[in-house]
């Protein structure tokens, strides 16, 4: 399976992504990135990152960079938020439209977090976001729990070597169903 899988731990350097008492989004998704594609490569995939260390990009040059890579795939890794704190739980994936093989993605990614404790709360379009736009592969916006509810944030903390193979399994279940091995 010779795929290459272009990981964006969202956000970095000055965009902290959304904080919750001193907890920031990008450090999360850099942990959890690197995790993922350290799986994916020993699965035998090429595997490329928007960022390894903590530095910002602009979202169109993580874009333009994937599409520069010839990437097959684009997985940005995320943390969601709430205007509340605890208002609401679990994981969601965002697609620029819920059909096809990102579509697919989405829907085994999310089904796999859900294994690991997180409610599934689905996959939805969102058309707006540059990273999922401007892309020219299937690209997918995974949000890991809500960074500032206590039960997501427990989850993401005693289980981020599951997490990791959950996301990575979603990825790999999926190209193989396509028939990408």
Do not use: C, W
């Amino acid at each position: 399976m010779a795929r290459k899988i272009y990981i964006d731990p969202g956000h970095g350097g000055s965009d902290p992504g959304a904080v919750e008492e001193g907890r920031m989004e990008k450090d999360d998704v850099l942990q959890l990135a690197l995790k993922v594609g350290e799986l994916l490569e020993t699965a035998g995939l090429d595997v490329e990152y928007t960022r390894v260390t903590d530095i910002y990009e602009m979202p169109y040059k993580k874009a333009q960079d994937a599409n520069e890579a010839n990437a097959d795939f684009f997985v940005s890794i995320h943390r969601n938020s709430s205007e509340v704190p605890a208002q609401y739980n679990g994981v969601e994936t965002l697609v620029f439209a819920d059909y096809g093989i990102q579509g697919e993605m989405a829907r085994n990614i999310n089904a796999q977090l859900e294994q690991v404790g997180f409610r599934n709360i689905g996959v939805k379009e969102r058309p707006n976001l540059v990273v999922l736009k401007r892309t020219k592969m299937p690209s997918v916006l995974v949000e890991v729990g809500f960074i500032n509810n206590p039960k997501d944030n427990e989850i993401f903390d005693n289980n981020i070597d599951e997490i990791a193979r959950g996301i990575a399994d979603g990825i790999l279940m999926t190209l193989y169903e396509e028939g990408y091995e």
